[in-house]
């Protein structure tokens, strides 16, 4: 099936840095979702995006959906070590298509 | 708690014998996706369900693997004669229409040995 190109593919920051991360499609969306996994568990929805432009925030967390519908960006402000997992994007049309990951290591 | 819930949330079986996954939706979520996840992947699209119809399919599903919704609440996922290869985690997931935003469960992870 289709997956969403999400970059980077992982990341290691100290505390208290900021992170940013995107993806992009060939395909256009209707809904962006944030998701971030930890190990074991089922993915947890941090964000979700409804309509292009839109820049909706959740606590540290800031994402945006592209003008295009084609891409949107997560950012989190001043990382803890507890937002140590995996993030993924998640694009709707008919189905829904997960990226890749990035996986997050915040060092102490 | 009133999440999606998945049982098991860890199986471990030998090749050739079936497994059975069950998923409990939100209660008020009309459609139910499975999808499948293997390490450093995200997750792949497996089948869902519009209350009890199975709607669609991905080309993953081989004809070992059945899924079914009898009374358009619960979900059951069946994979039949396990190969090495089916070694993954198994997630469910309902959705909120309008606008669409699913939520997982915490997944089945399944080990064929």
């Known amino acids: 099936g289709q997956q969403l190109n999400q970059s980077p593919q992982s990341m290691f920051i100290q505390e208290g840095e900021d992170v940013s991360m995107n993806c992009t499609s060939s395909s256009i969306f209707n809904t962006w979702l944030w998701y971030k996994q930890e190990p074991g568990e089922g993915p947890v929805l941090l964000i979700a995006l409804y309509k292009a432009g839109e820049l909706t925030s959740n606590g540290r967390l800031t994402a945006q959906f592209g003008i295009t519908r084609k891409d949107s960006f997560l950012n989190i402000s001043a990382s803890i070590p507890s937002d140590v997992g995996i993030y993924f994007c998640?694009?709707?049309?008919?189905?829904?298509?997960f990226g890749t990951g990035t996986s997050l290591t915040v060092i102490p | 708690d009133t999440g999606v819930s998945q049982n098991p949330r860890h199986k471990i079986t030998k090749r050739g014998q079936n497994v059975t996954f069950r998923c409990d939706p939100i209660s008020e979520h009309n459609r139910l996706y499975w999808y499948r996840q293997t390490l450093g992947q995200g997750p792949e699209f497996l089948t869902y369900f519009q209350n009890e119809a199975q709607l669609e399919k991905s080309r993953l599903l081989s004809d070992r693997f059945s899924a079914e919704r009898p009374k358009g609440s619960f979900s059951t996922l069946e994979i039949q004669r396990t190969e090495q290869g089916d070694s993954a985690m198994y997630l469910c997931a309902s959705l909120k229409s309008d606008p669409d935003t699913q939520y997982f469960g915490p997944g089945t992870r399944l080990t064929v040995l």
């Open positions: 998640a694009g709707t049309g008919n189905q829904f298509y």
